[in-house]
């Protein structure tokens, strides 16, 4: 069964700094590319930031570019979020997801990430 | 950035009636979008890949079509669990984007 677990979410305030964590299994991870995905509440889903399976391709989205990293631990099957410089405006539900270039099958439960003081 | 816009915001049917969604492009993303399904407190399930393609496990009920900037998902029998929120997804271009979601709910 493949499954997705993300971690490390909470509450901190603003300018603060997470990290998340997203454990993979049931599925070769190191084959696929991976990406978050948040959700602020009640809102829909903003993608924001892509890793490729060898990490050698990245993007973000401009909303987190220069305050988020995306990296990956093939050995470990493993998928993080460096947050830095935390918003308000990046409370969220982040999802990470991944799967098929084509369409994205796999998905975890979510983390909720609250930034406030 | 590509914009993709869904309409309408909200359709209010019946079980059994036929749910036509739309989505459109602010740009040709030849067939490269996607439609994913989301209930209340889950994560996004994909239904959709590549304008027409069903996901694995996905009932025949649900079928995509379109290509360029205007795209369809058509269920063709509302059944109970289909009501939900449900968003489209290009990958022709970086960043990737979702539209605002429509919201099926019941009559």
């Known amino acids: 069964e493949v499954q997705l677990v993300e971690s490390g979410g909470g509450l901190v305030q603003p300018g603060g700094s997470l990290r998340l964590s997203c454990a993979a299994s049931g599925f070769t991870f190191s084959n696929y590319g991976m990406s978050w995905v948040r959700q602020a509440p009640g809102k829909g889903l903003e993608w924001i930031s892509y890793?490729?399976?060898?990490?050698?391709?990245?993007y973000y989205a401009d909303s987190v570019k220069g305050r988020f990293t995306i990296s990956r631990d093939n050995a470990k099957n493993s998928l993080y979020l460096q947050m830095n410089s935390l918003r308000a405006e990046d409370t969220a539900v982040y999802y990470c997801a991944g799967g098929y270039i084509s369409g994205w099958s796999y998905w975890g439960q979510g983390t909720l990430v609250t930034v406030s003081s | 950035e590509i914009v993709l816009t869904q309409s309408p915001a909200t359709l209010s049917l019946s079980p059994g009636e036929r749910a036509t969604l739309s989505c459109r492009a602010s740009?040709?993303?030849?067939?490269?979008l996607a439609w994913y399904q989301q209930k209340p407190g889950q994560a996004p399930r994909l239904l959709i890949y590549?304008?027409?393609n069903r996901a694995t496990g996905i009932p025949a009920r649900f079928s995509g079509s379109g290509s360029g900037t205007d795209f369809t998902l058509t269920i063709s029998t509302l059944e109970p669990e289909d009501f939900a929120v449900y968003y489209c997804q290009q990958r022709s271009n970086w960043p990737r984007t979702f539209g605002q979601g429509t919201k099926v709910e019941i009559k």
């Open positions: 890793i490729s399976s060898s990490s050698s391709t990245i």
């Open positions: 740009q040709s993303v030849s067939n490269y």
């Open positions: 590549d304008a027409s």
